[in-house]
């Protein structure tokens, strides 16, 4: 069956306050999850950027739209009480649909209004609005992303050979290979950072180093960063890889060895 829409749990919610007293939002969300028989692994599908379940976000989307229908009302922060108005209508029997919402409800006229720009999206890639706004939103935003890939892809593979080995080259240098220090997203740095080392926070903060002292002290005097693009090119797998870097290291002390 899969997760019911954010459209079609106005009932469902709606219901599960019928007796108007207040609720929590956990006692709500339980409700609905067994009255439509929604399975945990449903229950646990997340959005394409991770940050939210999709069941938790069209329960959002769904007490936001009732509360600007005045349906409901919010007493205190994820708390909610149906209104005179939302007992009405779901005794009714009608079918609560965004149209039906819209026809009947200025406030929520009005505020859907405001996402026109991101529900026209839809047409663009030819699908039904279907999910929450945000939903809508990340879906075209990963498709957009997606095809930026694939038209990178296909620029650079018209490009020669040398420009491959020169874009890995830099690659490495903003992946964190070079001095190898590694900055977590969404970092601020306010001091040096050490060598091959990864830190993360607000200000950053040492996490941990990434290879023992000894094979940092190695990669800092090899300088490897300042190869030709084609020796590091041939080189890449074994600069990327612990066993690499051993090997790399046992071929340097018999080399001085022998010197």
Same mark, same amino acid.
């Given at each position: 069956?899969?997760?019911?829409?954010?459209?079609?749990?106005?009932?469902?919610?709606?219901?599960?306050?019928?007796?108007?007293?207040?609720?929590?939002?956990?006692?709500?969300?339980?409700?609905?999850?067994?009255?439509?028989?929604?399975?945990? $692994?449903?229950?646990?599908?997340?959005?394409?950027?991770?940050?939210?379940?999709?069941?938790?976000?069209?329960?959002?989307?769904?007490?936001?739209?009732?509360?600007?229908?005045?349906?409901?009302?919010?007493?205190?922060?994820?708390?909610?009480?149906? *209104?005179?108005?939302?007992?009405?209508?779901?005794?009714?029997?009608?079918?609560? *649909?965004?149209?039906?919402?819209?026809?009947?409800?200025?406030?929520?006229?009005?505020?859907?209004?405001?996402?026109?720009?991101?529900?026209?999206?839809?047409?663009?890639?030819?699908?039904?609005?279907?999910?929450?706004?945000?939903? *809508?939103?990340?879906?075209?935003?990963?498709?957009? $992303?997606?095809?930026?890939?694939?038209?990178?892809? *296909?620029?650079?593979?018209?490009?020669?050979?040398?420009?491959?080995?020169?874009?890995?080259?830099?690659?490495?240098?903003?992946?964190?290979?070079?001095?190898?220090?590694?900055?977590?997203?969404?970092?601020?740095?306010?001091?040096?950072?050490?060598?091959?080392?990864?830190?993360?926070?607000?200000?950053?903060?040492?996490?941990?180093?990434?290879?023992?002292?000894?094979?940092?002290?190695?990669?800092?005097?090899?300088?490897?960063?300042?190869?030709?693009?084609?020796?590091?090119?041939?080189?890449?797998?074994?600069?990327?890889?612990?066993?690499?870097?051993?090997?790399?290291? $046992?071929?340097?002390?018999?080399?001085?060895?022998?010197?």
């Amino acid at each position: 069956m899969g997760l019911p829409k954010y459209y079609e749990l106005y009932s469902p919610f709606l219901s599960a306050i019928n007796d108007d007293k207040i609720h929590t939002l956990k006692e709500i969300k339980n409700y609905i999850k067994n009255e439509l028989n929604i399975k945990d $692994n449903e229950i646990s599908e997340r959005l394409p950027s991770g940050n939210q379940t999709i069941y938790d976000n069209r329960i959002s989307w769904t007490v936001t739209y009732l509360k600007k229908a005045g349906l409901i009302i919010s007493p205190k922060r994820a708390n909610f009480q149906i *209104t005179s108005e939302g007992k009405k209508l779901l005794e009714s029997g009608v079918n609560i *649909t965004d149209k039906l919402l819209a026809d009947k409800y200025p406030d929520f006229a009005d505020f859907k209004d405001g996402k026109k720009i991101i529900e026209n999206t839809s047409d663009y890639i030819g699908q039904d609005i279907v999910g929450t706004p945000q939903e *809508t939103f990340e879906r075209v935003y990963k498709m957009i $992303n997606e095809q930026l890939a694939d038209d990178l892809l *296909t620029e650079i593979m018209n490009q020669s050979s040398m420009f491959f080995e020169n874009l890995v080259v830099d690659l490495m240098k903003s992946m964190g290979y070079g001095d190898g220090a590694i900055i977590a997203a969404n970092s601020t740095v306010v001091k040096s950072v050490e060598p091959y080392s990864i830190y993360s926070g607000n200000p950053a903060k040492f996490i941990k180093k990434r290879f023992s002292d000894e094979k940092i002290e190695f990669l800092l005097k090899l300088e490897w960063w300042n190869w030709s693009g084609e020796e590091i090119f041939d080189n890449l797998e074994i600069l990327t890889s612990e066993a690499g870097l051993e090997e790399l290291m $046992n071929k340097y002390s018999k080399r001085d060895a022998i010197n």
